[in-house]
């Protein structure tokens, strides 16, 4: 998968409070028409044009698109860890800068899964 530039189209039943004519003939979910995934946005309009069924404005159907998108890249344990270390250090440099190093530990101390790594890890893959 790329940058965006892949994409879904279709053809779906827009108004969410009737469902479409029963003569409509849907695919299983009973409110799209017609779906195809673009793999190439260049091509894209002319697949519309070529294949998606025409519709009437104000007759219910519209078309819809939507991006194919790459998963969210997550941080690593280790990389979340630093960074919370260093997001507390500097928040208490700027309230606290005499007792910094003091508070860090407490804090260290009091919430120690918080700023772990496996931890992080184990979290990250429950969710």
Known sequence: ??????ALVSVFWANPNTMPPSESDTLPDGRSLWLCTVLDRRVEREIIFQYAPRVRPGSGW???????????????????A???RRNLRKRLEKTVPL??????EQELRRRPDYFDPDSIDRKQLRK
């Open 1 to 6: 998968m790329g940058h965006g530039t892949q």
């Open 62 to 80: 519209s078309y819809g698109w939507s991006p194919l998108l790459d998963p969210p890249q997550r941080w690593s344990g280790k990389r979340k």
């Open 82 to 84: 630093d960074a919370r």
């Open 99 to 104: 007792f910094a190093d003091q508070f860090e």
